[in-house]
């Protein structure tokens, strides 16, 4: 006795063939990628959660009484993207730290100022909150005290702090702002005749600036300095709000920290960013390329100095963290200074710096946050790409400083070329992501980008 299969049976026992070569070769692929992710050691995924931007701390400056305050914070932002603060009122802060291009500049070096060239890149300020040290040479101790420099500096705004005070006095708006959030403004600056412009030049005593400030009394003095303290005070408070999160890096931690377990198939989320060759270039930057060395924690930065070997040092060239600290410690608004908030008779970290030779060449290891959108790279912006970058330092035993001096932590990393291009595919998961950038809160433009990415 034969029976009939009906039409329906047939194409149930097909479905199900199908299916089941379906499974087959999900578990196929499964089973590739697990073969194929990388496998970190206990001790490997406990530096790997260090690195997160989770462990970020939402610490305020000591040194400056009102960081974190919210109306600080707007009065900064207010200030950092006027032109007012300028000599000429031509450039802001935001003219070099563009928000547009990552808080930084995509010129190698920026020439505002033709007569008067700046020979630095403009680093990003991605993260700057957390910074030990501030700028390439470490020449202040505090993110105040660094946005300070550029109002004064020839090459950059070209501004001066009493016309910084007169601006403060006579604009409403400004006025306004400073008073709400520092008290009045004194009543000898007030009444006092002030100069179109003045600054102390203590390399220059015959500009035209440091007679005009001279000329003024010491206590007319200290009001303009106090003042002009608390314009960078506010400029800090807005700064330190530029934090970087929720990276494809940052969200494969979480995954990470979430199972508790090293089960790569869970780990892995390409269509998030962090793929296998991502995967790959985080065990070279933990391991063989020794990365980890500098660029550690959520910033991934030691927040300290090294030799790059860019080029030869000499006593003619930019001696880097050699200058920068004798410019630090003469500073009057570093931490041992009147306008400092830091409590007197609390330890210092400027009790700690001296000055060495060793330092000569030296500049500050920059933060990897947003890495792939933030160039050309290095201080002296001569490298386009993070290919280059990478390939720089696979070479750099070759290269020696002056009097033979060899940066210990720099040898060559002997990387095959997949190993380079792996590394770099980790960076670029560094990228973090926005919600409404401060430059459209600012203007008032509106996100026609495709989601948040920068």
């Known amino acids: 006795m034969t029976s009939r299969i009906s039409t329906a049976s047939i194409f149930y026992i097909a479905s199900l063939f199908f299916a089941f070569l379906s499974v087959n070769a999900t578990a196929t692929t499964a089973t590739k990628v697990s073969s194929d992710f990388p496998a970190f ?23 400056n009484h009102v960081s974190g305050s919210a109306s600080a914070i707007a009065f900064g932002k207010q200030l950092f993207f006027s ?39 403009v680093p990003s300020l991605w993260g700057v909150k957390y910074n030990r040290w501030y700028f390439w040479d470490g020449r202040a101790d505090s993110l105040w005290s660094q946005a300070l420099q550029p109002i004064e500096n020839i090459s950059e705004m070209r501004g001066s702090r009493v016309q910084i005070a007169r601006l403060l006095i006579s604009d409403f708006s400004f006025r306004k702002s400073y008073e709400a959030i ?5 009543t000898l600056l007030l009444h006092a005749k002030l100069p179109f412009r003045a600054r102390p030049v203590e390399t220059e005593k015959t500009n035209a600036d440091h007679l005009a400030w001279v000329k003024l009394k010491p206590p007319v003095q200290h009001a303009i300095n106090t003042l002009f303290s608390n314009v960078g005070k506010s400029i800090a408070a807005f700064e330190e709000t530029l934090v970087s999160k929720d990276s494809p890096f940052d969200q494969f931690v979480a995954r ?8 790569p198939t869970e780990l892995f989320d390409s269509d998030n960013g962090f793929s296998v060759s991502a995967a790959k270039g985080l065990k070279l930057f933990l391991g063989k390329a020794k990365c980890i060395t500098c660029h550690f924690g959520p910033n991934f930065s030691d927040g300290e100095f090294h030799h790059s070997f860019l080029s030869p040092v000499s006593l003619q060239g930019d001696l880097g963290r050699y200058d920068g600290i004798q410019l630090l410690l003469t500073n009057p608004f570093n931490g041992h200074g009147k306008f400092t908030d830091i409590k007197k008779g609390s330890r210092n970290k400027l009790d700690f710096v001296y000055l060495n030779v060793e330092f000569r060449g030296q500049f500050k290891t920059p933060s990897l946050r947003n890495v792939e959108r933030t160039f050309p790279y290095m201080h002296t912006g001569e490298f386009k790409t993070l290919k280059d970058v990478i390939h720089y330092y696979n070479t750099i035993s070759k290269r020696k400083s002056v009097n033979d001096h060899q940066e210990i932590l720099l040898k060559s990393l002997e990387l095959s070329k997949a190993e380079e291009k792996n590394l770099v595919v980790f960076l670029k998961s560094l990228n973090g992501y926005r919600t409404l950038s401060v430059a459209q809160k600012h203007s008032g433009e509106s996100n026609t980008e495709t989601g948040d990415k920068l």
């Open 41 to 63: 050691s206990k001790k490997e995924i406990q530096i790997i959660k260090t690195l997160s931007s989770q462990r970020y701390t939402n610490t305020s400056d000591v040194s």
């Open 182 to 186: 520092f008290g009045r403004i004194p």
């Open 83 to 121: 032109k007012k603060l300028s000599g000429d009122g031509v450039i802001s802060c935001a003219s070099c730290h563009n928000p547009k291009e990552d808080w930084a500049t995509h010129d190698a070096i920026t020439v505002k100022r033709t007569a008067y060239p700046s020979t630095r890149h």
């Open 256 to 263: 990470l920290t979430k199972e508790k377990l090293n089960t």
